[in-house]
């Protein structure tokens, strides 16, 4: 669906359901140079068992339009933004690598928005090497070659992800491509690596947080390994609110390199009582 947010379409995939506001929402979000459809399983399963699903395109990229963010405080308003055209006064948010660090900071923000939060394949700090973010300016199909050696531990995915025979990296690196064609105007590459290495507000949003949190942490990850996840895990536990960590035999590329070792993981956490923003 599209919807109408600060004045630009923003395109959410429902998993082909109806929004209904009688049923809980969740929002789940993309990191750097990806879409909606990196959650295609546990978007579309979520869906048909009981949730309204909203897996965006950030703006500027793939279908949506609008300005793309510089900084994860600029995704913030889109999500917020998001919220409000469809009128929803709380949801839980599902985020992935850079995802994860705009589902922390809207939880820190408005802690009365959001029911629960699910951190997957997430890092603080999630510096990115000067070498990659030289080469996501200045040859960013060489850095997507690169960073799809890096997210992926395997080859080719089981079954339920995307269908027998499906080749994890190639598809990766189609749809890379694919979303930095999408937006001529603005290399949505290179601008989402630098809010990734200059966001510095992790420690300080996790312990503002006031909902469960969710880790989904792979553990063959060389983007951001599970130790480098630590000190969100640290600071969300002194804030008093329950922590779950769930460690699953994949790296970066998690949804689809572990597909049902994620959704039971977000199934099951979301289907626990939420805490009370």
């Not at 609008?66 to 933004?81: E, L």
């Not at 601008?191 to 300080?204: I, K, L």
Request: charged share 15%; net charge neutral.
């Amino acid at each position: 669906m599209m919807i109408d947010v600060h004045g630009a379409p923003l395109y959410a995939y429902t998993g082909g359901k109806a929004f209904d506001p009688a049923q809980p929402t969740v929002v789940m979000i993309h990191g750097v140079l990806n879409d909606h459809s990196v959650w295609i399983l546990q978007s579309r399963y979520l869906a048909h068992h009981g949730f309204n699903v909203l897996a965006i395109d950030l703006p500027g990229h793939g279908r949506s339009g609008g300005q793309t963010p510089a900084s994860v405080a600029d995704a913030v308003r889109a999500v917020a933004g998001c919220l409000d055209a469809l009128g929803v006064a709380r949801a839980a948010l599902v985020g992935h690598s850079w995802g994860s660090l705009i589902a922390l900071q809207t939880a820190a923000e408005l802690p009365e928005r959001v029911s629960q939060l699910a951190l997957v394949g997430t890092a603080y700090p999630m510096r990115v090497s000067p070498a990659l973010l030289e080469a996501s300016l200045n040859a960013p199909l060489k850095a997507i070659d690169m960073v799809n050696v890096y997210s992926h531990s395997t080859l080719a995915p089981p079954p339920s992800a995307l269908g027998p025979g499906a080749w994890l990296y190639g598809g990766s690196r189609a749809l890379m491509r694919r979303v930095l064609a999408s937006n001529p105007s603005v290399n949505v590459f290179h601008r989402g690596f630098v809010a990734c290495d200059s966001y510095q507000d992790g420690e300080v949003a996790a312990r503002q947080v006031r909902c469960p949190v969710l880790f989904v942490l792979g553990t063959r990850d060389q983007m951001t390994p599970p130790k480098a996840a630590q000190p969100l895990i640290d600071a969300t536990r002194a804030a008093g609110v329950p922590v779950q960590v769930v460690r699953v035999p994949a790296g970066h590329a998690l949804m689809t390199e572990a597909p049902d070792a994620v959704l039971e993981a977000l199934y099951g956490w979301l289907r626990q009582p939420a805490g009370v923003g």
